[in-house]
C-alpha cells in the first residue's frame, strides 16, 4: 500500500510519518538520520528505526518492505534524478 502526505512545509509531515513508523514498527529512511533521531525524540519516537536512503539501496534487509520515507524529492536526488516538474493523482 502507498500512503502519501502532502501539505505545505512545516505542517508536521516528518512527525505524522514517524507515528506512523511508531505504530507499524517500520523503519524511516531519510537523508540524515542523525538529524532525524534528534526530532524523533522530540516527538516521542525514539525508539524508532532510522536509516538513511544508502542504507536502504544497499542493504537487502530493508529494501521494498516496512519502510517509510522522508521527502521523496530528497530520495529523487540521491538516485539521481535531476525533475524539474512531476504531476500525479491525489
Known sequence: MIKKII???GSGKTKDIMK???EEGATFVCKNPEAMEVKAHAYGCGDIEIISYQ???LDSKYNKYNCY???IDELLEFLGFRI???GGNI
Open 84 to 86: 524539474k516538474g512531476f
Open 20 to 22: 506512523m513508523c511508531a
Open 55 to 57: 542504507d536502504y539501496i
Open 7 to 9: 501539505r505545505e512545509p
Open 69 to 71: 520515507f522522508d521527502d
